[in-house]
């Protein structure tokens, strides 16, 4: 028989290719930035909790300033306060990220996704139904600090849970660069936040500055704050219907397979661990192999394989993913008891940790820099000042946030993870150094430019890799799990930066505070080389191996 009248699944043995590659490779030809439809759509359902996350974070700065004029007369608000309600978001974010991150490996992505948006919608609607009229000042911020707190669980719950979504069903070649562009949303959430206020400001310009009701604020605070649930409604539904990928169906089956493969084998005494039964060959092909991975084409597939499947292995299925779970966090602590293993923990945590102090400690307190650039609303009418300050944030938001991130999609398959987030550290390092040392004698032109390219090395480097590492250097069945305590390392650092940056500020001045976030980059740039560059890698077929090996060893002794 002639090779062309062969059917192009046995051809050159690729019997394993599954039903979508045709689908799948429909891009192959194209740079890892070009998107397919389906991609879009599948960022457009994950990138909305990133959008979130900077609009809801970095908001708060100007919100904290009208609420002064509205409670307080002008006055500043109670700094142990004031700190709380910037902090409270963080601090829920840590709960967040590793409750939802262990449930996604323990439950399953789709058991749980959708339910962190839930939670963001509904700390919204009771941070806007603050009754400042009913309450006392204080009273009235300790109700916004406490559901900022209910807010952040729900976005720190979103970094594990979107980051292992996409993930499970990225190609190999795409898959750093659609995390870059699902992070590259926090650049847009800073932005339309900032534009926003401008927007909402401009709108009350009239009853605040020319009639004179500043009390008027209240309204638009809320507005701006309730704005986010837009985003959040429109795609809830698509969350809470995505179905499960088949590469963490495929994990979690294959442990109860491997399971009762190694008691067969060990009843019968025979040493060749690497043979498998038909039907796991195909599961591994498909879902681990290099002829193709788990798209994120396949979405709508996967709908239809889990309907029109489930009815026939539902019930096998079921038993051996309920076997699995029980064995679950015997097996996290195993695999990471092994130093190897434990060492990319200590990387991806520790980076964090310190990228986050620097990135916080200076995006939290902008006020700072809106002071060296003349945009700080120290002078005019109340109205006037709190649209200076909002025209200050998106200058900054345009000139380094949105750029940076998008140098990140571009790059990342090029250069790689770790080239990248070093040359990031290192650069930050030497802009945080020349802010330090020459704080009080730059001109004006010279602060923006220099605060523009650190934050532009920022996103172009830590604060980009950070996020990605985690959700690709970690095997399937750990990865919520150790991205989620990841990213509470990194709001840890958020959370003492932003405690701890105006007290330290006053007693030991601002430029030996930016010299603290220098060394926390260089020691960042130091921590990376913990980590392995992961471009190309796919760690489930090391784990894979890992598990050959170990289970070899375990057999002939």
């Given at each position: ?12 043995g ?44 970095f908001?708060i ?26 902090a ?64 952040g ?34 650049g ?43 985003p ?7 969350r ?53 991975t ?18 026939e292995?539902?019930?096998k ?55 060296q ?37 571009l ?11 070093v ?30 390219l ?16 985690p ?55 130091v ?31």
């Amino acid at each position: 028989m002639s090779k062309k009248n062969v059917p192009a699944s046995s051809q050159d043995g690729e019997q394993y290719r599954s039903g979508l590659e045709e689908y799948e490779r429909s891009g192959e030809d194209k740079p890892p930035f070009y998107l397919t439809y389906a991609e879009v759509k599948l960022l457009g359902i994950t990138g909305v909790g990133f959008f979130l996350d900077a609009y809801d974070l970095f908001i708060i700065n100007p919100v904290a300033t009208m609420l002064q004029y509205r409670l307080f007369g002008g006055r500043s608000l109670p700094s142990g306060l004031e700190g709380f309600i910037k902090a409270g978001a963080n601090i829920g974010s840590v709960i967040g990220q590793f409750g939802f991150g262990y449930a996604a490996d323990y439950f399953g992505r789709k058991a749980v996704y959708g339910k962190e948006l839930m939670l963001i919608i509904f700390a919204t609607i009771l941070s806007i139904s603050d009754p400042t009229n009913s309450l006392s000042p204080n009273g009235a911020l300790i109700w916004l600090a406490v559901f900022r707190i209910v807010l952040g669980i729900g976005i720190g719950g979103d970094y594990p849970m979107s980051a292992s979504i996409t993930t499970d069903r990225a190609r190999l070649r795409k898959r750093g660069t659609l995390l870059a562009y699902i992070f590259a949303n926090q650049g847009w959430g800073s932005f339309v936040g900032s534009l926003i206020t401008i927007i909402v400001l401009a709108c009350y310009k009239h009853v605040m500055n020319d009639e004179g009701k500043t009390s008027k604020v209240d309204g638009a605070w809320r507005i701006i704050i309730g704005l986010s649930l837009i985003p959040a409604f429109g795609t809830l539904y698509q969350r809470l219907t995505l179905p499960e990928s088949k590469r963490f169906i495929a994990a979690k089956n294959k442990d109860a397979e491997d399971e009762k493969e190694f008691m067969r084998l060990k009843q019968q005494g025979d040493l060749n661990l690497s043979r498998r039964a038909q039907p796991q060959d195909k599961i591994d092909a498909e879902v681990t192999g290099s002829s193709v991975t788990s798209g994120t084409s396949s979405i709508a597939e996967e709908k239809r394989d889990l309907e029109n499947g489930s009815s026939e292995e539902g019930g096998k299925k079921a038993s051996e993913m309920t076997h699995a779970k029980k064995a679950h966090w015997a097996e996290y602590a195993e695999y990471f008891s092994e130093w190897k293993h434990a060492r990319i923990l200590l990387g991806t945590c520790s980076c964090w940790f310190l990228l986050d102090i620097a990135f916080y400690g200076i995006n939290l307190n902008q006020n700072v820099v809106l002071q060296q650039i003349g945009f700080d609303g120290s002078s005019g009418t109340p109205w006037e000042r709190l649209f200076k300050i909002a025209i200050g944030n998106i200058i900054i938001t345009a000139l380094g946030f949105v750029p940076g991130y998008y140098a990140s999609v571009l790059t990342i398959e090029k250069l790689g993870r770790k080239w990248i987030q070093v040359q990031g550290f290192l650069m930050a390092s030497l802009f945080l150094g020349i802010l330090a040392g020459k704080f009080h004698t730059l001109s004006t032109p010279a602060f923006i430019v220099c605060f523009a390219l650190l934050q532009f090395f920022f996103n172009f480097g830590a604060n980009t890799t950070t996020y990605c590492y985690p959700a690709e250097v970690f095997p399937t069945k750990f990865r919520a799990s150790a991205h989620g305590m990841s990213a509470a390392c990194g709001k840890a650092g958020a959370i003492i930066s932003s405690l701890a940056f105006n007290s330290l500020s006053k007693k030991i001045g601002t430029p030996h505070v930016l010299w603290i976030f220098f060394g926390c980059c260089l020691a960042g740039a130091v921590c990376t080389f913990l980590l392995p560059e992961v471009r190309g890698r796919d760690p489930d077929v090391v784990y894979a191996e890992e598990l050959k090996v170990k289970r070899a060893k375990a057999m002939s002794s």
